[in-house]
């Protein structure tokens, strides 16, 4: 929020941090962040150990497979030509959101929809109970649903589709928006250690839009047009399903993507990643000054985080003497393998390694040898202490005994849930992941992973800030208080009092 402040105009960014409660010490209380255990939390008021979102995906050992977040066998997309793209819904998630109890408050009169280029970031945040949550389909420049909300769609997404926008977008290509010689809070353009969209053989502006096969329109969501086209169908659902205008409070949920996949991709110090916060700061001002129109400056209450933060480039680090580095994943994986083969004899011993940095055994083999997690546990300590960059292994069946602080016990604790998470957990040194040396990656304990920024803004909430810790799982909670609601079924979080105006 702070970073390039003098450059955002009076009505974004800027008119939420003035004229709204600003949380500037707010932090995910849980270990592994990820994007969807973070809408989840967000909107539940919980954490990942009760509803069940462990990580954008995990393994199902009974299945010998790994799950997807969102994945669900039962329903089908709505929206594509084709039957087959992979299907979506909410059901995974094991708690109610604000949505849906404001669905149960109002004998489900209310209205909640969900808007992101991302499915997991749009179901995820809309509940079980909205009327829609919609997502861009990159292969068809379309955005699409899922039978679990409706059998088809309605008529105002039919006719914003029809409007084409993805291919006139895709036309303009991505300029910055000033002079790159005044985008002085970033890096110099075309670092080594940025990623080369497809086409280009630098990582620097100009950028043109000739997608990939298959995928016609992925690369505008690598770009500023993927947060225009979010806008776009923000405002198009703001109207299309008349929110706010009925007797009962309506919700609509958006998420914008695309600052996450620049970051992943260029990293935050990057030109493309001061661009992209720029003109985003543009379509947040356009957004509020629809939603004064709409329903007036007075009556709408809005928030604004994230899901969750993010680790510097290393190699950005590295140049400037701080501590960070990388993890080779062969290196890693041929340790985990070769010390339970030297330990234990042969035998696969291993169902998957690394999900969400966790390891999930072979339990058959391991009761066959009798074997127990714990040994495993101290063979691969042994071994992973000589990888630079790896600091621990432990044992989540017995987190109790684990060598944590008692703050990390705490996050790791939020973070596992028995039928979801692995046996053990991998821990690395701050300032380093496993991963390429291009771009860079988010998912640990520690600070720079876990800190967002947090506003509320509008009807019924106070001017003014907090540096006391706060957590997103305290927003649900806030704006069900708000409401004179129940909050979310399993809501782990406090009701920020501060915020509230009464």
Known sequence: LYRYEKKYGPGGFKRLMKAGFNCT?????????ATAAGHASIYSGS????HGIVGNDWYNPQQATGIYCVEDSSVRVVGHPSAMPARFSPRNLLVTTIADQLALATNFRSKAIGISLKDRSAILSAGHSAKGA?????????????????PQLPAWVNEFNNRKLPANYSQRGWKTMRPVADYTESTADDQPYEYKLPGKSTSSFPYEMAGPAGAAFELLTYTPWGNTLTKDMALAALTGENLGKGPETD????SFSTPDLVGHSFGPTSVEQEDI????????????????????????????????????????????????????PRQLNQTLTQSLLDAFGPGNYLQMASMNDQIYLNHALLREKNISVSAVQQALQRSLAKIPGVVDVINLRALSQANLTDTQLSLYKNSYHAQRS????????????????????????YTYDRQVPCIFYGWGIRRGETLRHTSPSDIAPTLTALLRILPP?????????????H
């Open 25 to 33: 010490n707010t932090q995910f209380d849980y270990a592994l962040t």
């Open 277 to 328: 916060f720029l003109r985003l700061d543009a379509e947040i001002a356009d957004l509020l000054r629809a939603l004064d129109s709409w329903v007036g400056p007075d009556q709408y209450t809005l928030f604004l985080t994230g899901d969750h933060g993010v680790m510097d480039v290393p190699a950005y680090w590295q140049a400037h003497h701080l501590p960070a580095g990388l993890i080779e």
């Open 251 to 254: 919700f609509l949920a958006i």
């Open 489 to 501: 079924s399993v809501t782990t979080g406090q009701p920020i009092c501060e915020v509230l105006q």
């Open 422 to 445: 692995g046996d053990l957990q991998l821990i690395y040194q701050p300032g380093w992941f496993v991963g390429p040396p291009v771009g860079t990656t988010h998912g640990t304990a």
């Open 134 to 150: 919609y997502w861009f389909d990159s292969r068809t420049g379309t955005w699409v649903t899922s039978s679990f909300y409706q």
């Open 47 to 50: 954490l990942p150990a009760i």
